[in-house]
């Protein structure tokens, strides 16, 4: 059900609606393949107890910090996966941004899609200035699309920012400013 934190947003081929617990396989789809965890923020999903712990926080959206928003078809209503923002800073006007699709959706346009109307609400209605995206520089597929959707790469290499099971992951910072 959309609410004032959440409303539903429809593109031509999709609809961003709020999570619900019948999106755990499209989810799990996503955020439990390797291919598509290869660069993410946080180790694999490994199974669906685990994706299922993050549908129910994806379930409790907070307008102050997060909300997360599933990617479905507008056909079908299938979760293809998700957007959201995080670490909103209100006072500063500032939050990151999000995304993943499983891997049979990748490379169709179906994530520029998706993050227009997202974007559009992140500026125009939570009146954002500043939308930040941490990205591992491996990932052509997440610059590429960040790029087209105007942000601009502001770092070098931000060294070891992400802790991943044992090991670390690097990012660099791309932003979009409300006024770009
Ligand atoms: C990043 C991701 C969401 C892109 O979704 P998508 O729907 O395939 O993206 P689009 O089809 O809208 O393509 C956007 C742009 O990226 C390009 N692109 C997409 N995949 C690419 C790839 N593997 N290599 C190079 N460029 C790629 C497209 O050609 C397009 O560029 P263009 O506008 O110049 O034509 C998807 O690859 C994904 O879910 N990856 C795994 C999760 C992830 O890494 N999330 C980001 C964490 S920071």
Known sequence: ??????????????????????????????????????????????????????????????????????VAGREDDACRGFVNYHHRESRDRRLEVGYILAPRYWRQGLMTEAMIPFLKHCFETLKTHRAEAYIDPGNLASCRLIEGLGFKRESGVIRDRWRIDDSYRSAVLYARLDTD
């Open 1 to 70: 059900m959309a609410t004032e934190i959440q409303p539903i947003f429809e593109t031509a081929r999709l609809r961003l609606r709020p999570c619900t617990e019948r999106d755990l396989d499209g989810l799990h789809a996503a955020v439990g393949d390797p291919e598509a965890m290869r660069y993410w923020d946080g180790p694999l999903y490994a199974d669906r107890d685990e994706t299922a712990r993050l549908l129910r926080w994806l379930m409790k959206p907070n307008l102050y910090s997060h909300v997360g928003w599933a």
